[in-house]
């Protein structure tokens, strides 16, 4: 598990210190009070395979990069070695993608889609993240 500050109001996840004016998923503002909170357990990282075994397999995020023109690069993202399932009961909600720690995209999901996305972002960085959002079992996240 892997400790991050948690918004109250939606759950959105920052994996930087650097705590913004209003919380990027949901819009709301940090002035009223303490919108996110520091929680021990808020992410699953692979080092829960030796716990979770097969479900962990279907939860961490899989991020592939390749360089493109002009300085941008292609970050793509699925859901995860063996693909989530995506029914009713049991599917990845949401995609976000970090670049340095800091939120870049949010693909939000519904159960009829794959459970995957990508962004084209103009980066010098190696430092990328993708925190996938299961309904049932939290929030997994792959670093590279
Ligand atoms: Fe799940």
Same mark, same amino acid.
């Given at each position: 598990? /892997? /400790?991050? =500050? !948690?918004?109250?109001?939606c759950g959105h996840i920052l994996l930087t210190k650097n705590i913004p004016d209003v919380c990027p998923s949901c819009c709301s503002g940090t002035k009223i009070f303490k919108l996110f909170d520091e929680k021990e357990d808020a992410l699953h990282t692979k080092e829960d395979v030796a716990v979770a075994g097969e479900t962990e397999k279907k939860h961490l995020p899989v991020i592939k990069v390749v360089d493109m023109e +002009?300085?941008?690069k292609n970050?793509? !993202?699925? !859901?995860?070695? =063996?693909?989530h399932p995506m029914i009713k009961e049991h599917f990845i909600s949401k995609i976000c993608i970090y670049i340095d720690d800091e939120f870049v995209s949010m693909t939000v999901l519904t159960k009829d889609l /794959?459970?995957?996305?990508?962004? /084209?972002?103009k980066t010098d960085s190696k430092n990328i993240s993708a925190v996938a959002h299961? +309904?049932?079992?939290?929030?997994?996240?792959t670093s590279i």
């Open positions: 598990m /892997k /400790k991050a =500050l !948690v918004c109250s109001v +002009n300085g941008y970050i793509s !993202v699925t !859901v995860g070695e =063996l693909e /794959k459970p995957e996305t990508g962004i /084209k972002v299961c +309904n049932i079992h939290g929030s997994w996240i």
